[in-house]
């Protein structure tokens, strides 16, 4: 009875759906107050049902109720409470009502938060959000319904994906998801402000935190997404140019280039067109980044779902969000967006020459990630990709991309003076130069550790310097506006990446070894004792636990406990062992025995050291901090004002200070 | 020419030389890095002759993994319904190698051998990737072979 309740929920939300995505529009259009009122309740109403919806499958997983097919498929009696709530969204049809129900949580949080914008243009927006909200939910009832019964009902159910039982996959899907969904926000935005025709010139600076937040749980769920492949699949990497990994890259990237666009447009009006194209777009790539994990078009190392014929809906779904967004863009964009002109030596410069090299980075993603699907249609074979291709590229890409970094804060709106930029150029400079000479005598030849460490402390000194210098020339309460506090974190994050990267790519020692028990191996400077394995077992699986013990001149460091597990389907796992630290990780796994029927015998072992490899992390939650910090900017939350002011007072840099300077 | 006519020629030649050198190295980096998905029988009628690096895919061969005693070498047979080729591979297999488990190997011939230097095993129980199903598919095509066995259930 009561899953039930939940596909009825569904098809209430989406009749709600519906009015909300088509009532309010048309209130607007017609300047019919009655029918714009409905917006908020809509949004409210279809808000309820899906949660109801969410709550009554997880409910679902949490009795074991296996007469639902897809409780019955993804999780069992033996699986513990936690991962049969993760289950909900492991895999295609909970995942796509995550996806929706992420869509209401932001949909509820803009007409909550949203009061002060006016009524008609919050109506274009909700309405927008409600028309994405009915072609998910439509796919959700008639192609992968949640709810289905299977009878006879199973006495136990399958299990889910012994990868995914792992507390990095808790958060991981609904954080991306956030990031993903949250780009509809900026879309419905942009799509608002073509429909009105420019009647509100404000709509960049509303849209700005909500894009800001959006990017940042994006941010969050690729870092959490790349710890969880780092600690979980085994091999110790912690990036595989892997097609569902680009997926989420590519928003990613558009997206950087969009907080930054929309700085623009909102400060000086310029690049307006521009602002909203990249909105379509980084809407429009996770909308491909769900088709292309969801669909089972490419081959993927963890496209877990795949089947093609949903993939035809969401590309015929695709097609009209995409050709129909680029139609009103082209319709009505000459209307909305007239740019005002700046001098080729500006802050607009420098966020248009970064907006390109990162906007390339993604279509060059993205062609590298389609490439197997062109190469299919041109009958070119079966062709694939490789990760060169993309760490070739992307770093071409990149490397302007950070040279061009900390110029960033000290051009000036409209037009820079010269002077300023070589002050922080040589500073910068040579503080990079002198930090990569040091560390080309620890770093023995390793040509990348010294490039990784030069930019990082070009970018860190660079952005430092600012630090000073707002410091020093800023009244107090006035140094560190959100918006720029966010913008200096962010930035940061780049330069600790940046170490992370370059540091961990280039000192890692990795090793597949042989180990009898009692024999040691040393790697990178640590020894590895290998002192057996003994049986152990957990809620839903067996596993071989090996001891490792790792010391350091003799003195014991610690013991490491890999796992080798087999999970009650019967399904082979590998747990690694990392023992963390901010400067290295030590990170153990055990292969297979070498003679299958000895496990107390001689066992292959991967053991890796890994200089800096936390900073990756590291550097990708210091751009989600500065993400979210720069979203609580006081000024995105004013009444309304207008859109396009000269750089006065509150501004990021006021021109009379900059002067004196 | 007036200024402005100078300046939209600037850019526009800036644009063009921006857009050949990005095309050049995208297809530079395209055709390095481009890499081909083969069976064993294709392998040996001598379709991956023209290309140093491929990807090898077919199904393990049951009772033909053999793992030297002292040292992380492996070798195995991929088969395909009517080739079969000999792989050699050092290191850790993936947590799904098995027998009669569907491969894709990557690496070059060395005689009659393929040396692989990385090996990817299906990812779960039912799920065979589309491409090596689709090259297997092709290399039955011709020779009447009943394909049931090749299919994978979907859930």
Known sequence: MIPELGQFALVLALLLAIAQGVLPIVGAWRNNAALIAVARPAAAGQGVFVFAAMAILIYAFLTYDFSVAYVADNSNLALPWYYRVTAVWGAHEGSMLLWVFILNVWSVALAAFSRHLPPAFLARVLGVLGLIGVGFLAFILFTSNPFLRELPMPADGGDLNPVLQDPGMTFHPPVLYMGYVGFSVAFAFSIAALLGGGMEQAWVRWARPWTNVAWAFLTLGIVAGSWWAYAELGWGGWWFWDPVENASFMPWLVGVALIHAQAVTEKRGSLPAWTILLSLFAFSLSLLGTFLVRSGVLTSVHAFASDPRRGLYILAFLVIVIGGSLLLYAIRAPKVATGKPFAPLSRETGVMVANLLFTTAAAMVLLGTLFPLIGDALNLGRVSVGPPYFGFLFVLLMAPAVLLLPFGPYLRWGRAEGSQLTTMALRAGIAAIICAIVAAFFAQGHLRAIAGIGGAVWVAAGTLSYVIKRWREMPRGRRYPAEMAGMLLAHTGVAIFLIGVMLSESLSVERDVRLEPGQTESVGGYDFRFDGVEETTGPNWRADEGIVTILREGKTLATMHPQKRTYSRGQVQTESAIDAGLFRDIYVALGEPMEATNVQGAWALRLYHKPFVRWIWLGGLFMMAGGFVAAAERRFRAKRAPAVEPATTTKVTPPVKESLA | ?155
Request: aromatic share 6%; charged share 25%; net charge positive.
């Open chain 2, 1 to 155: 020419m007036n200024p402005t006519r100078k300046r939209r020629l600037a850019i526009v030649i800036s644009v063009v030389a921006a857009a050949i050198v990005a095309v050049g190295l995208t297809v530079f980096a395209l055709q390095r890095n481009m890499s081909y998905l083969f069976t064993p029988s294709q392998v040996q009628e001598g379709q991956a002759t023209q290309y140093k690096s491929f990807r090898l895919g077919g199904m393990v061969k049951a009772g033909s993994i053999q793992r030297a005693t002292s040292t992380l070498r492996v070798s195995f047979i991929v088969i395909d319904a009517d080739g079969a080729m000999p792989v050699e591979y050092t290191g850790i297999l993936p947590d799904l190698f098995r027998d009669n488990q569907s491969v894709i190997a990557t690496g070059r011939m060395d005689g009659a051998r393929f040396i692989a230097s990385e090996v990817l095993a299906k990812h779960d129980e039912n799920y065979m990737p589309k491409e090596l199903k689709d090259a297997m598919a092709k290399a039955h095509q011709n020779k009447k072979i009943d394909d049931t066995a090749m299919k994978d259930t979907p859930k």
